[in-house]
T-cell receptor, first 114, second 114 residues
Framework: ETGVTQTPRHLVMGMTNKKSLKCEQH?????MYWYKQSAKKPLELMFV???????ENNSVPSRFSPECPNSSHLFLHLHTLQPEDSALYLC?????????????FGNGTRLTVT | AQSVTQPDIHITVSEGASLELRCNYS??????LFWYVQSPGQGLQLLLK??????LVQGIKGFEAEFKRSQSSFNLRKPSVHWSDAAEYFC????????????FGGGTRLMVKP
């Protein structure tokens, strides 16, 4: 398998649930990203990891908790979400962080919070 | 801070017609510029990028874009649109010292008439 793989593709969760989104990249990249894509809003960068260290956190609510156990895997742990958190969550990777290496995106997880 | 504006939210063209999607950016120096395409249910795929040098860049799928510093623009063009080009197109800008910390425009949804 190649590229960036995200699971699950679709997730429906209640406001009191705890769930996790998973991202795996098979490109040998050292940087990984979480983006949020909401209807009628530009993509929002949520978190960036470089060599498993978090390097960017764009004022994301604490109900979103990222984890990067190694350079190939990235998780987004979710708890007590709000309906406005419903969106497409995209994972991306790049060879290095802070360079002009392009981002490679996964197909996203469509999250619906009920 | 950098910003990107895509003035056209929706564009409809006939198959075989030419296409131009507009992108204007705001940044103090010459940024890194990208165009991505997103098909329904998919992640973003890189079409082309500009870093420096020749202001006309060629990308995949027959797309090209021209960087115009005087107009702060990076418009995407294709001479003859195919039905499979129907998708959403995103322009993005990155700072040279953090090229893959991208700021995305709001996107332009392209529809192709038979």
């Amino acid at each position: 398998e190649t590229g960036v793989t995200q699971t699950p593709r679709h997730l429906v969760m209640g406001m009191t649930n705890k769930k996790s989104l998973k991202c795996e990249q098979h490109l040998g990249h050292n940087a990984m990203y979480w983006y949020k894509q909401s209807a009628k809003k530009p993509l929002e960068l949520m978190f960036v990891y470089s060599l498993e260290e978090r390097v960017e956190n764009n004022s994301v609510p604490s109900r979103f908790s990222p984890e990067c156990p190694n350079s190939s895997h990235l998780f987004l742990h979710l708890h007590t979400l709000q309906p406005e958190d419903s969106a497409l969550y995209l994972c991306a990777s790049s060879q290095e962080f802070g360079t002009r290496d392009p981002l490679h995106f996964g197909n996203g997880t469509r999250l619906t919070v009920t | 801070a950098q910003s990107v504006t895509q003035p056209d939210i929706h564009i409809t063209v006939s198959e075989g017609a030419s296409l131009e999607l507009r992108c204007n950016y705001s940044y103090g120096a010459t940024p890194y510029l990208f165009w991505y395409v997103q098909s329904p249910g998919q992640g973003l795929q890189l079409l082309l990028k500009y870093f420096s040098g020749d202001t006309l860049v060629q990308g995949i799928k027959g797309f090209e874009a021209e960087f115009k510093r005087s107009q702060s623009s990076f418009n995407l063009r294709k001479p003859s649109v195919h039905w499979s080009d129907a998708a959403e197109y995103f322009c993005a800008v990155g700072a040279p010292n953090a090229g893959n910390m991208l700021t995305f425009g709001g996107g332009t949804r392209l529809m192709v008439k038979p």
